[in-house]
């Protein structure tokens, strides 16, 4: 406590100054911005392709004697294939002897001497500029290089776009954590830059990079020096690589990984021995925020799809003065944190004004994409739509699902309808699927289903995540905001080549992005917002009500926002689609009612035969909310009637997570509660009454089309059957009020061949209506019309 207070006062002259060092620095980009646009763009040069037979490598140097003795051989022996290759080091005034080592044990080694230290910046500049190559690949003099690491780099120059190639970065210990491996990604959170190292085993091959790292990475020569090389503004070190990977993205160049270049790295093995930990990390602020001076030119962020996901809200400068100093505020307060900067870090930046205000005149001019697009284009999906050549009209569509929830066995009625669609999908597309599952142990039922794909992920999804209250995003987007899984979306969308993303439920359509030729999906199992507010009026307790209604408004904006977003929305009836026609009436057009909501009605065998009398049959997945308040209202306010009647009556529960027996009335054994079962078939085939006293939710029930194509007699509330009956008595009994319901359950006792009858209508009625077969077709139809007229537009 003392501690922090006297860290409090040492402060109290930067807290007092903090307005000024946001205010002068904010007002004078925004004159920079000014001018430069009364100056007028500049015109670009042409680009072109370098030429690959041979490669210069630069390494800088500063009294790292030690380190050239350990690891020049491997470049040297690794660069002598083609005579035109060349070693050069730059000789940063070292006192080390370094320049003496070189000349005596390496003779063919160029060497580029300044009697004083550029910097990293600085010495790797000259280098690329005394190099007679086109492809500069650049290495810190702590870099071990595997025999054929260059020949991949060099073929990864594979067009005229091509800025960069990352080598794959493995440490010199094998013990050591890989807190560096050459697939670089970054994201704008908070107002500021986010950088990480991903390892991902399965990009095997050239892979889009936020930045290719300054020490293990090969260059264009002439796209380095025309974006003006590491800039000085960012002296003595760190973030210059992150910032020239970012003004090549910016200028419409490509950054791209190579996991086949294989280099190993003793980690800060130059500047950590030279400068204490304390600098690095202060070095390391400054930067981020001279970063954002520099490179952020929105003054609003661009909107994208809502999301919980970070980087979404898009990058702007004004937000960056704003978290910077409230970011700053807060470490004085409460101490440090390497995800904000301090207000040292901004004393330190004000003082470079003027340098960052030329550096971001120069950034500006150069530039061809907005940021959002800039930070867009490294990820896997982006970076397909965008650069991929794609045919107008694919032979065979290339499909990615995505499930919130495992698929198999279908537990619950949406995994009926997208178990279903899948087994199609798999036999008129190539499909590939990411699922979430709860634990490992879910991943092995889907194996007769993923043996038919073309791929298959499947990801933990992650637990404790953020309370969500303060927020105006809904919770269920929260809970399955996962970075890895955006990672995996998008990384599958390169590599397996995708056309459509299909995203299911809500809570997915997160994922979706802003894309030009990949056409996107998203199924509304269940419209979110009608779901919520049907749910209201059985709130028990203010508190809940008042949460629930404010889940509900929560709901109500997201899902409006979020839904222009798609090229297509997949709702499950004519109904729902006119619920959300009446909030979003200019987004209708985009909205599909008769593609997804069925099920493989020849896989359900109609029984017409005996059934067991007086026997009722319920069945759901208890961890849906509708379900267990139907159950609840079945028991307590329908089968006290019934049994008054018909004291046999029996009521079969079936389902996954049903309550426990003490929760229900104790009716003797007229009650069977049986849980998960594999089959249904057979409790459908042996019950005389269906039930589906559903008095909320939104949707088609799944149980209601199974029902009615094993052909058993149904009696449903209203809205339980909304979607697939609209007439009382035309395919089942409808009723709303418990002593009406009870009266229709003891009518189809009373007359077993009526209801027969009524049943076989809806058995007819499935089979002409809603078989999943015939509404695949109908799907894979819809993907290729939206593919080709998105990809007729944009000229593929």
């Known amino acids: 406590m003392t501690a922090r ?82 070693v050069i080091v730059v000789e940063n005034g070292s006192t080390d002897g370094s320049a003496e080592f070189v000349k005596k044990h390496f003779p063919n080694v160029r060497l580029v001497e300044h009697k004083e230290n550029l910097g990293f910046g600085g010495g790797s500049n000259s280098g690329f500029r005394a190099a007679k190559n086109d492809i500069v690949v650049l290495l810190n003099s702590d870099m071990r290089v595997a025999q054929d690491f260059l020949q991949p780099l060099l073929d990864g120059f594979t067009d005229e776009r091509v800025f960069a190639v990352s080598c794959q970065i493995f440490f010199s210990d094998p013990q050591k954590k890989r807190e560096e491996t050459g697939l670089t990604q970054c994201w704008w959170e908070a107002g500021g830059l986010r950088a990480r190292h991903r390892i991902d085993d399965k990009v095997t091959d050239l892979f889009p990079c936020f930045y290719g790292g300054g020490g293990s990475c090969a260059f264009d020569r002439r796209k380095f020096l025309e974006l003006g090389g590491f800039d000085e503004l960012l002296r003595p070190f760190y973030l210059e690589d992150t910032d020239l990977g970012y003004g090549a993205w910016k200028r419409g160049w490509k950054v791209l990984y190579q996991p086949k270049s294989h280099v190993y790295h003793e980690h800060r093995g130059t500047i950590g021995k030279k400068f204490s930990q304390g600098y690095i990390d202060a070095v390391v602020k400054k930067n981020f925020v001279l970063f954002a001076w520099k490179n952020i030119h929105s003054w609003i962020g661009a909107g994208s799809a809502p999301s919980a996901l970070a980087g979404t809200d898009g990058p702007s400068i004004a937000g960056h003065f704003f978290y910077a100093w409230a970011g700053a505020l807060v470490s004085a307060l409460f101490g440090d944190s390497p995800e904000r900067p301090n207000l040292y870090a ?15 005149w120069r950034a500006r001019s150069l530039a061809v994409v907005d940021d959002a697009e800039a930070f867009r284009r490294p990820l896997g999906g982006y970076f397909r739509d965008r650069f991929a050549a794609m045919p107008e009209r694919p032979e065979k569509l290339r499909v990615l699902f995505v499930s919130p929830y495992p698929i198999l066995p ?15 999908l798999a036999e008129l597309t190539e499909l590939h ?44 987007i929260h809970e399955y905001a996962n970075p890895e899984m955006e990672w995996v979306i998008h990384r599958q969308l390169l590599t397996q080549e995708i056309d459509v993303l299909q995203l299911e439920y809500l809570q997915l359509g997160q994922y979706t992005g802003e894309y030009g030729r990949i056409a996107t999906f998203l199924f509304e199992h269940d419209v979110y917002f009608q779901s919520v507010g049907r749910q209201l009026p059985f709130m028990r307790g203010a508190l809940r009500r008042v949460s ?3 889940e509900y408004l929560r709901g109500l904006r997201y899902e409006l926002k979020l839904l222009p977003h798609f090229d297509r929305v997949q709702v499950c009836s004519t109904e729902n689609e006119d619920y959300v026609k009446g909030f979003l009436p200019d987004g209708g057009a985009r909205l599909d009612a008769h593609y997804r909501a069925g099920i493989d009605v020849t896989q359900y065998a109609c029984h017409t035969g005996a059934r067991a009398p007086k026997t009722m049959l319920f069945l759901g997945s208890f961890r849906h909310a509708p379900n267990a308040e139907a159950l609840d209202w079945l028991v307590q306010h329908v089968m ?13 529960v079936i389902g996954s997570d049903p309550p426990p027996r003490y929760s229900l009335p104790d009716f003797g054994d007229a009650i069977e509660l049986r849980g998960y079962v594999d089959d249904i078939h057979g409790p459908m085939r042996e019950a005389a009454v269906f039930l589906c006293p559903i008095r909320s939710g939104s949707g088609v029930r799944v149980k209601l089309l199974e029902s009615f194509a094993s052909g058993i007699p149904v009696v449903s509330t209203w809205l339980g059957a909304e ?74």
């Not at 901004?346 to 971001?360: D, E, N, P, S, V």
């Not at 006290?640 to 079969?652: G, I, Q, S």
């Open 723 to 796: 979607g697939i009956a609209r007439q009382d008595g035309e395919i089942c009994l409808l009723a709303d009020e418990p002593a009406e319901f009870a009266r229709k359950i003891l009518q189809l006792f009373a007359d077993p061949a009526a209801a027969a009858e009524m049943a076989g209508r809806a058995r007819r009625e499935m089979e002409t209506k809603w078989d999943m077969a015939v509404r695949t077709k109908a799907l894979v139809e819809s993907y290729r019309q939206t593919v080709e007229a998105k990809r007729h537009g944009a000229g593929s």
């Open 433 to 476: 699927m990411i699922t979430l599952l709860d634990a490992p142990k879910e991943e092995a039922p889907h194996e007769e289903l993923t043996a038919k794909c073309g791929s298959a992920e499947f990801l933990i999804r992650l637990e404790g995540q953020p309370k969500t209250f303060g927020s105006i995003l809904p919770h269920a």
């Open 5 to 86: 207070l006297f860290a409090l006062l040492r402060s109290l002259p930067l807290l007092l100054v903090s307005p000024l060092l946001i205010a002068f620095p904010m007002a004078m980009l925004a004159l920079t911005d000014l001018a430069w646009k009364l100056a007028g763009r500049r015109r670009m040069a042409r680009d072109e392709r370098p030429r690959t037979q041979a490669a210069s490598v630069v390494i800088p140097n500063w009294n790292g004697r030690d380190l050239l003795e350990k690891y020049l051989p491997s470049v040297v022996e690794a660069l002598s294939g083609h005579p035109d290759n060349e």
């Open 640 to 652: 006290p009637l019934v049994l008054r009647e018909e004291p046999e009556a029996k009521l079969l």
């Open 346 to 360: 901004l004393w330190k930046a004000f003082w470079q004004t003027g340098g960052a205000m030329a550096a971001r």
């Open 410 to 424: 279908p537990v619950h009625g949406g995994a009926v309808f997208m178990s279903q669609t899948c087994r199609h």
């Open 548 to 550: 629930a209604t404010y």
